[in-house]
């Protein structure tokens, strides 16, 4: 009987090991999936700010190098396939104080137009960032993304982010040729991650 009852908790036991190390291994997934749906989310708003004329392209172009850094950082902490909870802080601090960037923006004096074909313009760049960022969300929670292929697109999105800020931080205005030059990268990164979502590496 006492073999019996020993061998149930011993049976026990390890099952409780193996739940703890399935959540541990899913943690690092859950955090870097909500990171870059927060990415999303972050661009959803300013492109919203954009067309409510809460925000005008000077504006929305400077928030665009904060989301670029952002990235940037997330693309070194990702890099190695994994993310510390030291990492997971820094990139939740930093997501933070560019949401509060945005509020502010958003509520102050500061109005844009948002007919005016700059503004069109880059309405139309953020809403794409917007979208990307959440396509690589999907990827990264559906286990069809690496933390490493996620890293390295949050490497491309940080590049395009930084393209948007050069373009309408100093002028306040986004030319066609400008806009020409960051469809181009978006649609070259469109197809890196339909192209890593597919391929035979998972999660």
């Known amino acids: 009987m006492q073999n019996h009852a020993c061998k149930w908790l011993v049976v026990g036991l390890l099952g409780l090991g193996g739940t703890a190390t399935a959540q541990t291994q899913a943690a690092p997934a859950q955090n870097a999936a909500s990171d870059t749906q927060r990415d999303a989310n972050q661009q959803q708003r300013i492109d919203q700010g954009l067309k409510s004329g809460q925000l005008n392209t000077r504006q929305a172009s400077n928030l665009e190098q904060?989301?670029?850094?952002?990235?940037?950082?997330?693309?070194?902490?990702?890099?190695?396939?994994?993310?510390?909870?030291?990492?997971?802080?820094?990139i939740q601090h930093m997501q933070n104080r560019d949401s509060a960037a945005i509020y502010k923006d958003k509520h102050d004096a500061t109005t844009g137009n948002p007919n005016s074909a700059s503004s069109r313009r880059l309405q139309a760049d953020v809403r794409r960032n917007a979208n990307q960022e959440q396509r690589l969300a999907h990827g990264v929670k559906s286990g069809q993304l690496t933390h490493r292929e996620d890293a390295r697109m949050q490497g491309r999105q940080a590049h395009v982010?930084?393209?948007?800020?050069?373009?309408?931080?100093?002028?306040?205005?986004?030319?066609?040729?400008?806009?020409q030059r960051i469809q181009h990268a978006d649609n070259r990164d469109s197809k890196r991650i339909h192209r890593v979502k597919h391929n035979q590496a998972k999660r």
């Open 66 to 90: 904060r989301e670029a850094n952002l990235d940037r950082t997330e693309q070194r902490d990702m890099r190695n396939g994994t993310m510390t909870k030291a990492e997971n802080a820094q």
């Open 161 to 179: 982010d930084h393209m948007e800020h050069v373009a309408g931080a100093s002028n306040g205005r986004v030319g066609p040729r400008e806009q």
